[in-house]
């Protein structure tokens, strides 16, 4: 049985790459049919009847979050409701599964201040047409080992930045990244009396190994 997944680093971007950033909440995408009530005198145990209209409705999708007044995806909102336009958008849940649709940006709400409360920013997406689920990916589980390059002793302490996570080594020198959809990723190490290295790897198997070996600074 799969597991329920946390909603954290959900993202929602346009479709063209433009990712909206501080958001704390991103709306759920709400499916509904329309029906015609067919009942009559004839209809039996006195239960309404319905048939489908075959009209489906994706309903909205409302974000909020931080007002960032230079962040390019919260100006390019207030842009596409000021023209009307229809926009493609892509929300990309944790665990890689999406949903992927078109949208007409009808409120925006910017700059309400509270005494205690960051400046929020609030938008309002009406979807347009058929939105569509894609599942999960193909995932990795990528286990860096850090060592010296002298002597090969594990290396702690070690700052490893991947998959947009931040894990530090422990006494063996090895860490374990989650959750990594397959294809070329970077990563960057850094570790005090160390020299930093930045590399690309492929991911491309179920599990995979990287060895590190640092260099004394």
Not at 136 to 151: I, K, Q, R, Y
Request: with cysteine.
């Amino acid at each position: 049985m799969t597991e329920p997944i946390s909603g954290f680093k959900s993202t929602i971007k346009y479709a063209a790459g433009t990712a909206i950033g501080e958001l704390t909440s991103i709306g759920g995408i709400k499916l509904k049919g329309e029906t015609i009530d067919i009942t009559s005198h004839d209809s039996s145990d006195g239960w309404r009847d319905f048939i489908g209209t075959g009209i489906k409705d994706g309903g909205e999708v409302p974000m909020e979050g931080n007002f960032v007044q230079d962040d390019a995806g919260q100006l390019a909102l207030i842009a596409s409701l000021a023209t009307g336009a229809t926009e493609s958008f892509v929300i990309t849940f944790p665990d890689t599964s999406t949903w992927t649709f078109s949208a007409i940006v009808t409120g925006c709400e910017v700059g309400k201040a509270d005494l205690k409360d960051a400046i929020s920013f609030a938008v309002t997406l009406k979807i347009t047409g058929a939105p569509v689920f894609a599942g999960v990916t193909d995932l990795s589980v990528v286990t860096f080992t850090v060592t010296a390059a002298v002597g090969g002793a594990a290396v702690s302490d070690a700052v490893i930045v991947f998959n947009n996570e931040t894990k530090t080594t422990g006494a063996t020198g090895i860490v374990a990244f989650s959750n990594v959809v397959y294809g070329s990723k970077t990563y960057g190490i850094t570790c005090t009396s160390y020299v930093g290295q930045a590399k690309v790897i492929v991911v491309n198997g179920a599990t995979e190994a990287e060895a590190v070996a640092l260099v004394a600074a």
